[in-house]
Nanobody
Framework: QVQLVESGGGLVQAGGSLRLSCAASGRTFSSYVMGWFRQAPGKEREFVGFITWSGDNTYYADSVKGRFTISRDNAKNTVYLQMNSPKPEDTAVYYC???????????????????WGQGTQVTVSS
């Protein structure tokens, strides 16, 4: 079994910065794709970005490209989401997810992931 725990959420002013963390435990992650998703009230869960665990391949949604950056620290089994210049429309619960695959095809789709964290709230004030 895999456990994912997000942290770092909170209230941030538009134009500021915030870094979310996702600590993974339970199994080795050398072959896992790690993704970040978000869900605002009344909306569907939305893809934010993903990173391959063993490589340097990242991919982002157009809505966050150039502002958000995903990185990982394999020694700590942790993935990060650096949010720069957030906007009020970025307000949502942010989830990290792990996919038991090295294949990145389909990694923008929530149901392609096998494990999810509990989520952390991010609120961006204008």
């Amino acid at each position: 079994q895999v456990q994912l725990v997000e942290s770092g959420g909170g209230l941030v002013q538009a134009g500021g910065s915030l870094r979310l963390s996702c600590a993974a435990s339970g199994r080795t992650f050398s072959s896992y794709v790690m993704g970040w998703f978000r869900q605002a009230p009344g909306k569907e869960r939305e893809f934010v970005g993903f990173i391959t665990w063993s490589g340097d391949n990242t991919y982002y949604a157009d809505s966050v490209k150039g502002r958000f950056t995903i990185s990982r620290d394999n020694a700590k089994n942790t993935v990060y989401l650096q949010m720069n210049s957030p906007k009020p429309e970025d307000t949502a619960v942010y989830y990290c997810a792990a996919r038991r695959s090295t294949v990145v095809g389909g990694a923008t789709i929530p149901w392609k992931y096998d494990y999810w964290g509990q989520g952390t709230q991010v609120t961006v004030s204008s």
